[in-house]
Nanobody, 116 residues
């Protein structure tokens, strides 16, 4: 079972930036497509960005396109999400996981709160 640990969240004003990190135990995470997901209060978890196993292809939800950038360092077993021009509607708990996600690998997530 791969363990995933997210970090880097926090409280930021609208228009600000944050960089999220995801650390994976074991090497298998480096060989699969992965993504960042988020879940806002009262809403379903959604995939906001995904990246191919080699890192060359990325896709974004329309709501974050042009503002978020996903990247990965397979040598370190890490994945990142650079978030800029943050909006209050980006407030959520952010998770990393495989794409499609592994049901047993959801971590605690990292809280991102954007104030208006």
């Amino acid at each position: 079972q791969v363990q995933l640990v997210e970090s880097g969240g926090g409280l930021v004003q609208a228009g600000g930036s944050l960089r999220l990190s995801c650390a994976a135990s074991g090497s298998i995470f480096s060989f699969i497509a992965a993504g960042w997901y988020r879940q806002a209060p009262g809403k379903q978890r959604e995939l906001v960005a995904r990246i191919s196993r080699g890192g060359g292809i990325s896709n974004y939800a329309d709501s974050v396109k042009g503002r978020f950038t996903i990247s990965r360092d397979n040598a370190k077993g890490t994945m990142y999400l650079e978030m800029s021009s943050l909006k209050p509607e980006d407030t959520a708990v952010y998770y990393c996981n495989a794409d499609p996600p592994w049901s047993n690998s959801w971590g605690q997530g990292t809280q991102v709160t954007v104030s208006s």
